[in-house]
């Protein structure tokens, strides 16, 4: 009888699993979970935990065994998905981007938002012109540290922040300017809201960049926005396609295609998994933002033949259900426990001292491995063949170019620097190595160390005389390409772990 109920007790003990999910904040979220336990469940927890009501703008993002990073489906088990060892470790991100995240009900909505826009601007994706980004840091300045006070903010202490990848002392003072001169008594939410004002007329907003290939060989990131699917390439936006004027998205293998009223775009993503990822994205956005009701939204298939192929389905509500929603909720506004100056891991805008960490000399053989295996499978998925469609035989990528360039869709530069988001190249969640490697596409980029990083980081980074070498296998790696060898370099290191860079 005894060993009936230890052996009925251990299956139950099999049946539960710990998740951790880390937070916008980067603060931590565990709790245990049945074997047979679905995504909505998960979800709800956090949003319960939250006291998030319009959560519909959210998700949870997982990285399985091959590094291919994933949504969490909400109707599927929770356990199928991750395909991993427990305990789980996922990450709570926004999921669709609201059109106007100024109009949000709720101010914990909009400071969650804030703090994945934020992320979003430090990890190099959403990129601006140098004067907007120095009214958005100012603006996480201010919401941060409240007004500037002489006592406590001496010279320069604007540098003890990093809000981009990479900036230089100029704006950093520019930075400090505004912050003392115009943002003087602004609430932490007002500074926010404000925040959120100018980073929704942004181009890059909303942008969650996939690193795929046109036709020609040449790098370019895809990304789905709540206004409609671009394209990226250098520092300009070489395409843009409301919603409304998308009629279908299919992928092959590597290749996916979206199909226009009179053109077919046409790209290769490095792996098939990350070419479905891609897929089930621009599906799931072209729901939530062109649809009317969520009772209008069908399976797809991504074949012509719908028996073929892999099949999906949006599960959620729309974006126009969601306002509605929203407009109905009546509650006192929940409490807000600001992050404050609570040292970030991937973020480290809200940490004074050195910007990055030093990581000890015995672990960098291992990164200098997984950088070198990663660029193996890029190189190894370039794809340079055009891909004729055979109902559209003249659609290829340099055709289409000049098509929109000769229609209302100029081609848009939107920013000083090149958009390279290198340092979303680590796989959600963090890894132990994340900082060195950080610290190494950085170097190899062309990216420049604060006073305080080369100091804290001399002893243990990689030296002049490594960088370079690894630089030049980099470079031996990449040839072929038909690029200039820095920039092949940039490119190969856009996405070594994972199949597209990390939120």
């Given at each position: 009888?005894?060993?009936?109920?230890?052996?009925?007790?251990?299956?139950?003990?099999?049946?539960?699993y710990?998740?951790?999910?880390?937070?916008?904040?980067?603060?931590?979220?565990?709790?245990?979970?049945?074997?047979?336990?679905?995504?909505?469940?998960?979800?709800?927890?956090?949003?319960?935990?939250l006291?998030?009501?319009?959560?519909?703008?959210?998700?949870?993002?997982?990285?399985?065994?091959?590094?291919?990073?994933?949504?969490?489906?909400?109707?599927?088990?929770?356990?199928?998905?991750?395909?991993?060892?427990p305990?789980?470790?996922?990450?709570?991100?926004?999921?669709?981007?609201?059109?106007?995240?100024?109009?949000?009900?709720?101010?914990?909505?909009?400071?969650?938002?804030?703090?994945?826009?934020?992320?979003?601007?430090?990890?190099?994706?959403?990129l601006?012109?140098?004067?907007?980004?120095?009214?958005?840091?100012?603006?996480?300045?201010?919401?941060?540290i409240?007004?500037?006070?002489?006592?406590?903010?001496?010279?320069?202490?604007?540098?003890?922040?990093?809000?981009?990848?990479?900036?230089?002392?100029?704006?950093?003072?520019?930075?400090?300017?505004?912050?003392?001169?115009?943002?003087?008594?602004?609430?932490?939410?007002?500074?926010?809201?404000?925040?959120?004002?100018?980073?929704?007329?942004?181009?890059?907003?909303?942008?969650?960049?996939?690193?795929?290939?046109?036709?020609?060989?040449?790098?370019a990131?895809?990304?789905?926005?709540?206004?409609?699917?671009?394209?990226?390439?250098?520092?300009?936006?070489?395409?843009?396609?409301?919603?409304?004027?998308?009629?279908?998205?299919?992928?092959?293998?590597?290749t996916?295609?979206?199909?226009?009223?009179?053109?077919?775009?046409?790209?290769?993503?490095?792996?098939?998994?990350?070419?479905?990822?891609?897929?089930?994205?621009?599906?799931?956005?072209?729901?939530?933002?062109?649809?009317?009701?969520?009772?209008?939204?069908?399976?797809?298939?991504?074949?012509?033949?719908?028996?073929?192929?892999?099949?999906?389905?949006?599960?959620?509500?729309?974006?126009?259900?969601?306002?509605?929603?929203?407009?109905?909720?009546?509650?006192?506004?929940?409490?807000?426990?600001?992050?404050?100056?609570?040292?970030?891991?991937?973020?480290?805008?809200?940490?004074?001292?050195?910007r990055?960490?030093?990581?000890?000399?015995?672990?960098?053989?291992?990164?200098?491995?997984?950088?070198?295996?990663?660029?193996?499978?890029?190189?190894?998925?370039?794809?340079?063949?055009?891909?004729?469609?055979?109902?559209?035989?003249?659609?290829?990528?340099?055709?289409?170019r000049?098509?929109?360039?000769?229609?209302?869709?100029?081609?848009?530069?939107?920013?000083?620097?090149?958009?390279?988001?290198?340092?979303?190249?680590l796989?959600?969640?963090?890894?132990?190595?994340?900082?060195?490697?950080?610290?190494?596409?950085?170097?190899?980029?062309?990216?420049?160390?604060?006073?305080?990083?080369?100091?804290?980081?001399?002893?243990?980074?990689?030296?002049?005389?490594?960088?370079?070498?690894?630089?030049?296998?980099?470079?031996?790696?990449?040839?072929?390409?038909?690029?200039?060898?820095?920039?092949?370099?940039?490119?190969?290191?856009?996405?070594?772990?994972?199949?597209?860079?990390?939120?």
């Amino acid at each position: 009888m005894l060993s009936r109920l230890m052996s009925g007790s251990s299956r139950s003990l099999e049946r539960e699993y710990s998740c951790t999910v880390r937070l916008l904040d980067d603060s931590e979220y565990t709790c245990t979970i049945q074997r047979d336990a679905k995504g909505q469940y998960l979800f709800d927890l956090l949003c319960h935990h939250l006291n998030l009501l319009e959560k519909d703008y959210f998700g949870i993002r997982f990285v399985d065994p091959d590094k291919q990073r994933h949504w969490l489906e909400f109707t599927k088990s929770v356990v199928k998905q991750l395909r991993s060892q427990p305990p789980f470790t996922m990450c709570f991100r926004v999921k669709f981007y609201p059109a106007d995240p100024a109009a949000l009900k709720e101010e914990i909505t909009r400071y969650l938002v804030f703090l994945q826009i934020k992320r979003d601007l430090y990890h190099g994706r959403l990129l601006c012109k140098t004067s907007d980004a120095a009214l958005l840091a100012a603006y996480i300045l201010q919401a941060e540290i409240g007004d500037y006070d002489p006592g406590k903010h001496p010279e320069g202490y604007s540098s003890k922040f990093q809000f981009f990848p990479k900036h230089s002392e100029k704006l950093e003072r520019k930075i400090a300017e505004i912050h003392k001169t115009e943002l003087s008594g602004q609430t932490p939410a007002t500074s926010e809201l404000n925040f959120l004002r100018k980073a929704q007329t942004l181009e890059t907003y909303g942008v969650d960049p996939h690193p795929c290939k046109d036709v020609s060989g040449n790098a370019a990131f895809l990304a789905f926005t709540p206004f409609g699917f671009v394209v990226l390439q250098g520092n300009k936006r070489v395409h843009f396609i409301k919603w409304n004027e998308v009629t279908k998205l299919k992928f092959e293998g590597k290749t996916f295609y979206l199909y226009e009223k009179k053109i077919i775009l046409t790209y290769f993503a490095p792996t098939p998994e990350a070419c479905k990822h891609l897929w089930k994205c621009g599906i799931e956005n072209q729901a939530f933002y062109k649809l009317e009701k969520s009772s209008q939204v069908r399976t797809v298939s991504s074949s012509n033949l719908f028996f073929k192929g892999s099949r999906f389905r949006y599960s959620g509500r729309v974006a126009k259900e969601v306002m509605e929603s929203s407009a109905k909720i009546k509650r006192e506004p929940p409490e807000i426990h600001r992050a404050g100056m609570v040292p970030s891991r991937s973020c480290p805008s809200i940490t004074h001292g050195p910007r990055l960490s030093s990581v000890p000399r015995t672990r960098r053989r291992a990164v200098h491995i997984s950088i070198m295996e990663g660029l193996e499978s890029l190189r190894d998925s370039a794809h340079s063949t055009p891909v004729r469609s055979s109902s559209h035989g003249d659609t290829f990528l340099p055709h289409v170019r000049s098509t929109r360039a000769d229609s209302n869709e100029r081609v848009a530069v939107i920013a000083d620097e090149a958009y390279s988001p290198a340092d979303s190249v680590l796989p959600t969640p963090v890894a132990e190595h994340s900082l060195e490697l950080m610290l190494l596409s950085r170097q190899i980029n062309g990216a420049t160390c604060s006073i305080e990083e080369e100091k804290e980081s001399e002893a243990s980074t990689p030296t002049a005389a490594e960088v370079e070498a690894l630089g030049g296998e980099l470079r031996a790696l990449c040839q072929g390409h038909g690029r200039p060898e820095e920039e092949q370099a940039m490119v190969c290191l856009q996405n070594p772990l994972s199949g597209e860079p990390a939120h």
